[in-house]
């Protein structure tokens, strides 16, 4: 292990290592802690200038009701949970077909479109934006759910082909061989062998997706206009134009959405890590 | 492998799979599974072709054009180059893009030490170390307005903490790292999980030998760790050049580009010219430059895997 393991270390040292983690933290996380104190301080009290101070009545209920209904926000974030859960399930779909063939089938081209989907993920998403929106605008998907739905499906389809081809192509291939000579379709193969094997493959990846698809700013820009459809992101964002001095509401209203993809990190960490983690040393 | 993962007992054969295994195979068994191989990947293909394949190529197409987005494209050659290439804009957003390159690589040696720092094994760790992660996950919308708030020449922390306000997003000289500095927040805790991850599979007794021999502290960190985190080191800076050169979001919701465009890089430009200024052309050419830029790490990467593929 490196560094010196603690328990080899001076005493003193110890207890200093020990004191030093919770400040450390502390400076860490100050954004963020900052944010939670705004979003329960009245607004009263951020006219009298009290900002960092701690807050003397709690205006928590207030402000979220405030920031829930004075403005779209529940709306903001019912449609980001219409776009982003359809994406997931869509992107994982089409990506784990397409990683079982990558990997169990040896056919030309396999190398050149596994490379392909991998090139997918470093392409700077400015140079998709024009032909994308006009894309969305003739098939009459701009502005529209579906139409954000199936842009995000195509951009997260590479990063997570590239994820299960490699996971399976680890799994022994012995048993998918196995099954073919019991008589089982291609299609049998990879539904009721295949998938079962991989499940903490696809856990790993939803996670991962849906905290990129849930925090998406530039799609959700470019291919919404309005209030209509825009997800979280676009509405926290205006809600700071719009209420520049109102601090504690668009604090509130951050919080807000930065919730889902928070505590799905917290509730299934080990999988968010091991997405992050495994699709980076093998990218 | 998780515990959960179930153990494959083939189902009892069907009379009908027995009747399908006696028949004769050969010629088909080949051109089967060519067949299976292209419905697997057909779905996935299309909508990579559609919506980012022939998109790339279309951009590139496009910046010989001249177009506002409804009259008919103008055909104008490499005229858009020549233009970008003259714009002080444009010059603003590669030096911002450099800059953004430049200080973003700290990210990498942050999260190292973070990592190193956090590398011990004592109560409650865990929860700190999880903790020490939460801000990668946030949006950069959210990460953006905390830091707009945080830099609030008249109330903001800064304030507070340097007695007299700075109005850092709002002065051209130091709007840009303004900006980087919030974004570094978020990426030294992405490259902090990619080493504490890459810690762990560090060799135990190699570094025991080490120490026995008298290596500790910085020869050690230098001559043993370093070269066994060679592959999560790549990575960590991979990722970090990458998201250098993409930043779109922080920008977007802390300056807009601005003031006076100051703090513009490549990928806000084309943003702004296509949706403010209505130049397609123009922006294509910009998105294409992006892009140009990108290919290099893009084609270093896929050499690496193809190398690793073999």
Redesign the interface.
């Known amino acids: ?6 328990e080899k270390w001076k005493a003193s040292n110890r207890i200093l ?2 004191l030093s ?1 919770p400040v ?2 502390l400076i ?5 802690l ?2 939670l104190v705004t979003s329960v301080r009245s607004t009263d009290e951020l006219m009298e ?1 009290n ?2 101070g701690w807050p003397k009545d709690f205006a928590m209920l207030d402000n979220y009701r405030e920031a829930l209904t004075a403005s779209p926000m529940l709306h903001y974030f019912w449609n980001s949970c219409l776009i982003t859960i359809p994406s997931v399930i869509g992107a994982i779909a ?2 784990s ?2 990683g ?3 990997s169990t ?1 040896k ?1 030309r081209g396999n ?1 050149l ?1 596994f ?6 993920n ?11 929106r ?2 969305s605008v003739s098939l009459g998907l701009f502005n529209t759910v579906s139409g954000l739905i ?2 995000h ?3 997260q ?2 990063f997570c ?1 590239l994820f299960l081809r490699n996971f399976i192509k680890q799994l022994p291939y012995e ?1 998918i061989e ?2 073919r ?4 379709g ?2 049998t193969v ?1 539904y009721r ?1 295949v998938l ?2 991989i ?2 493959a696809l856990a790993a990846l939803a996670v991962l997706v849906f ?1 990129f698809v ?2 998406d ?2 799609w959700a ?2 291919l919404t206009q309005g209030d209509d459809v825009a997800p979280i ?1 676009v509405g ?2 205006a809600l ?1 134009g719009q209420w520049t001095t109102a ?1 504690n509401l ?1 604090s509130a209203g ?1 919080i807000l ?2 919730i889902p ?2 505590l799905l ?2 509730l299934m ?1 080990k999988q968010f ?1 091991v997405g ?2 495994f699709g ?2 093998k ?1 | 492998m998780p515990a959960q993962t179930p153990v494959i007992t083939p189902a009892r054969p069907q009379p009908s799979d027995l009747a399908a295994a006696s028949k004769p195979r050969r010629r088909s068994t080949a051109s089967r599974r060519n067949r299976a191989a292209i419905w697997f990947l057909a779905p996935a293909c299309l909508m990579t072709a559609v919506y980012v394949l022939y998109p790339i190529f279309y951009t590139i197409y496009l910046s010989f054009f001249n177009w506002d987005g409804m009259m008919k494209p103008e055909f104008i050659g490499l005229a858009n180059y020549v233009e970008m290439l003259h714009a002080p804009t444009f010059h603003v957003a590669l030096k911002n893009n450099l800059t953004w390159l430049l200080l973003f690589l700290l990210a990498p040696p942050a999260g190292l030490i973070a990592a190193l720092y956090l590398n011990q094994k004592v109560r409650g760790i865990r929860l700190i170390k999880t903790l020490f992660f939460a801000p990668f996950v946030l949006s950069g919308v959210v990460v953006g307005l905390i830091f707009s708030w945080f830099y609030d020449p008249t109330f903001g922390l800064l304030t507070l903490l340097l007695g007299h306000g700075v109005p850092v997003l709002g002065d051209p000289r130091y709007v840009t790292f303004g900006i980087i500095f919030a974004a570094l927040w978020p990426q030294t805790a992405y490259c902090m999980i990619l080493f504490l991850t890459g810690l762990t599979s560090i060799n135990a007794d190699q570094v025991e030998a080490a120490r026995m021999e008298g290596a500790k502290g910085w020869s050690m960190l230098r001559y043993v760790i370093l070269p066994q985190l060679r592959s999560t080191t790549f990575m960590a800076f991979v990722v970090t050049i990458i998201g250098a050169l993409r930043s779109f979001d922080l920008i977007s919701v802390m300056s807009s580009g601005g003031p006076f465009e100051s703090s513009t890089v490549l990928a806000y430009y084309t943003y702004d010219q296509a949706i403010k200024y209505y130049r397609q052309g123009y922006s294509a050419a910009i998105a294409v430059t992006l892009f140009a830029i990108m290919l290099i790490y893009i084609v270093y990467q896929l050499r690496r895997l193809l190398r690793d593929e073999r």
Do not use: D, H
Request: a neutral charge.
């Open positions: 292990m490196f560094p010196m393991p603690i290592y020990k983690l450390a933290l860490w996380l100050l954004p963020i900052a944010v200038g900002y960092w089409l990506a077909m397409a079982y063939a990558l089938y056919f190398t479109l490379a392909t989907f991998v090139a997918c470093f392409v700077p998403q400015q140079i998709l934006m024009i032909p994308v006009e894309i199936l842009f499906v195509a951009m389809t590479g082909t048993m196995a099954a000579i019991e008589g089982a291609e299609w990879f062998i079962p094997l499940r903490p905290t849930w925090n700013y530039f820009l470019c992101t926290v964002a700071k601090w668009v951050s959405a930065a993809s928070v990190f917290f960490q890590v992050l983690t980076a040393s990218g």
